[in-house]
T-cell receptor
C-alpha cells in the first residue's frame, strides 16, 4: 500500500528554536499534501493544504509566518515551525494523496512528529 | 466541522465481530465515506472507503445504507491490536479537499 514517511518522529528543543519536519510519499506522487496538528485527547485539526509548486492554503487561525510549508516536489513537503514556543508543543501529522483533481483516492498519513518545546 | 456522528466508545470481545456505526444524514450525492483508525501515538491508518455499494477488503467490510445516510464498518474477527479510535469521514472527490476529522469512536477490544 501507499507509504508516507515522516521525520523526525520526536523532537525536543528549547524555546525560540526553529524545527523542520519532513514528509515524503515513498511509492506514489502526492499531488496534494496536508498538515494536521493533534493535541492530547483531541482529534486531528487541519493546519494547511499544499500542492506541489504552489503556496500552501492555511486554515483560519493558523499563522502562515510561523508554520512555513514548502511543497517543492511531488514526493516531499516540509513544515517548519519557526521560533517555537511551549504552546507549539503538539503531535504534527502529514498526509498525502495521489491521483488527479477529482480523485477519490484516500489520503495516507505519516506516523507523526511529537514536538516538545521546553 | 465534521459531517458525521459516531458513538464515543464501544467495547468488543476478542474474536467477535466489531460493528461500528456512523450517521451521515446530510451526505451529498458525490461524497464518499471513508474510514480510518488511529492507534495511540501513531498517524491515522486508512481502512476502506465507498460511495454507495458495500465494500470489502482484507481489513474490513463497509456497509452503506441504501439512502446513504448511515454506514457500518465491520471488523469480522476483532483482535487486541484493533483497539483504536475509528473515524468515519465523508468527502467530495476533489484533489484539494481534505479529510475533516470528528471525534471518532474509541473501540476497546477485550480479551
Amino acid at each position: 500500500g501507499a507509504v508516507v514517511s515522516q521525520h523526525p518522529s520526536r523532537v525536543i528543543c528549547k524555546s525560540g528554536t526553529s524545527v523542520k519536519i519532513e514528509c515524503r510519499s515513498l511509492d506514489f506522487q502526492a499531488t496534494t499534501m496536508f498538515w494536521y496538528r493533534q493535541f492530547p485527547k483531541q482529534s486531528l485539526m487541519l493546519m494547511a493544504t499544499s500542492n506541489e509548486g504552489s503556496k500552501a492554503t492555511y486554515e483560519q487561525g493558523v499563522e502562515k509566518d510561523k508554520f512555513l510549508i514548502n511543497h517543492a516536489s511531488l514526493t516531499l513537503s516540509t513544515l517548519t515551525v519557526t521560533s517555537a514556543h511551549p504552546e507549539d508543543s503538539s503531535f504534527y501529522i502529514c498526509s498525502a494523496r495521489g491521483g488527479g483533481t477529482y480523485s477519490n483516492q484516500p489520503q495516507h498519513f505519516g506516523d507523526g512528529t511529537r514536538l516538545s518545546i521546553l | 466541522d465534521a459531517k458525521t456522528t459516531q458513538p464515543p466508545s464501544m467495547d468488543c470481545a476478542e474474536g467477535r465481530a466489531a460493528n461500528l456505526p456512523c450517521n451521515h444524514s446530510t451526505i451529498s450525492g458525490n461524497e464518499y465515506v471513508y474510514w480510518y483508525r488511529q492507534i495511540h501515538s501513531q498517524g491515522p491508518q486508512y481502512i476502506i472507503h465507498g460511495l454507495k455499494n458495500n465494500e470489502t477488503n482484507e481489513m474490513a467490510s463497509l456497509i452503506i445504507t441504501e439512502d446513504r445516510k448511515s454506514s457500518t464498518l465491520i471488523l469480522p474477527h476483532a483482535t487486541l491490536r484493533d483497539t483504536a479510535v475509528y473515524y468515519c469521514i465523508v468527502r467530495v472527490p476533489s484533489g484539494n479537499t481534505p479529510l475533516v476529522f470528528g471525534k471518532g469512536t474509541r473501540l476497546s477490544v477485550i480479551a
